[in-house]
């Protein structure tokens, strides 16, 4: 039997060559010199015969299963063979897909020796060192392999997802401005890296990249960082369209006249049932839902850190079921089986959203609340939860889909959510002596527009700080720069300490006035604020998202901190720091809370109204749905 180096003097076979030597045989290689036989014929064929060998055999015997036929071919050809590299690689794959981690590296690893330019299995090497946790070492294995080749983008992309995930904002937005330097039209890339110069604070957003526009920045960023910076419906719907259209035509999968169900059977569909702001407005609706009229199903599609908030929305629902790990065909398909009547989609277009699952049609009426407060141009979509002061009648025209208005306001609220002791004003770092204005929104809301707004603001009541929540050293520094531009002592920004939801609410009343972002208001800060007896000063546009507190703050009955301009919503903040009888009216306009409690406190109200509604859209048999 002649070696394996001395069977490449012969002519290489074919695939059809060792399949019928197999049939023959009925795929089986008894041990003695047919095996021997069969290891002689393996090492005979070039890399992409072994491909269709593969493809043939897949399956047919243990032995004959893709990684070994993988190893077999690399035991019995020479080192010198071609496209030994990307055999390794294969092999890699198919351990990975198996579970074989350890052997899977070394393949990947044995597939760069053999050349260090192969790009891809170093991005498969760091993926599956991401997905065991050694992050840092995932890092390194895409830093190492980052040089000048087609897979560079791809590599400096790998690495800014990565370090965005650990919270390295700035490395993170580094790696991806380079990945742009190389490839300026990457719509993924794009997006990631403004909403990280948001998340920083890194003004002026739209930085330029060579090559790009800033029209082509805007038109690649995302749901979020549009409505942050753009008070209009139009600019959103323009990126909704474009995003969706990656989903084609699908099929719809409920019957369009609906279920005759005794109880309207209703899913909530989220990746936010854990310590999320969904959650925390969310619980008690579900906790209250009409037994007797609703059956309610939950839908987890997120992170399970292991909170009481989480253990307590899941423990309302009459059955949750987890489908993160099931593809949207298969979470679509378990909704038909469960005949929804109606499906509320909790997540819109933000982090962790799967509209693939929306756009499969799963329930008859289909309904967007609370996680995306903007316009959603979605077909499958029939209504979104609102009211008439979030899409006035007159700036409806733009908003989709269709508005399902709430009578009082458009937020459900938890009214047991617990808040600890109030701390005194020393114990958090804030002076007793000054008038104390705060914002505790996400970052990404604070626009260098509203950011100038509060420096004026400070700049005109000389005895005034402004308390902040900045969870990033880059953002504190760059509100600090900011600050310095404007002649604002960088001791009159204070940046709060980390807390616990019930001490973050017992904060809140240690400061004066809350100071709402635009164009994307605060939601459920707004609404914590109002709770905790802490009066706010909005700016209201033209969108859902820059309309959100006042509709709160309507609502309470302190519609005199909504505002049209920023001229008048610097001029109200400087009067309520500088005309103290002015101020105590403002703030007693909230009771120490009590306002809150009477209306958007009254979840009991909301519950009831809500149900009302949703009996009215449910689509039974015989009607068109």
Known sequence: MPSAASATNQAPLQTADIVKYLTARDWKIPPGVEERAFRFLLGRLDFNNLLGLIDVARGSAPWMRPASLYRLWLDETPAD????????????????NIGDVVEAGAAYNAALALKSDFLVAAINLGLMSENQGKTDEALEI????????DMRTTLLNQRGRLLERMGRFEEAERELHR???????QSDAISHWVHLRLKMCAWPVYEHIPGLTKDDLVASSGGLTLMSLFDENAVVNRWVERWISRFGDLQRWAPADGYDHEKVRIGYLSSDYNLHPVSMLMVELIEKHDRSRFQVYGYDMGLDDGSYLRHRILGAFDQWFRVAEM??????????????????????????SRPGIIRRKPAPVQISYLGFVGSQPIPELDYAI????????????????????????????????????????ESVGLPTDKFVYTCFSNTYKITDEIFDAWMRILGGVENSVLWLLARTPWARQNMLNRAQAHGIAAERLIFAGPASPAQYLARLPLADVFLDTYPYNSGTTASDALRMGLPMVTLSGKTFSSRMAGSLLRTVGLSAGITTSVDDYVALAVKLGTEPEAYRVFRDALGGGDAWRRTLGDTDRFVQDLEERLLAIRVKPGQVG
């Open 81 to 96: 063979v071609p496209l030994r590299h990307a055999a390794y690689f294969n092999l890699g794959v198919e351990l990975a």
């Open 142 to 149: 895409w830093r190492r392999a980052v040089q000048p080749d």
């Open 179 to 185: 990945s742009l330097l190389t490839v300026p039209n």
């Open 327 to 352: 593809s949207d065909d298969q979470v679509a398909d378990l909704m038909r089986q469960h005949e929804l009547d109606i499906l509320v989609d909790l997540n819109g277009l933000t982090d962790g």
């Open 386 to 425: 609102v009211d008439d002061f979030v899409v006035p009648q007159e700036l409806a025209t733009d908003f989709h889909p269709k508005p399902l208005y709430m009578p009082i306001c458009y937020q459900v609220n938890d009214s047991k959510a617990p808040v600890d002791p109030s701390p005194t004003r």
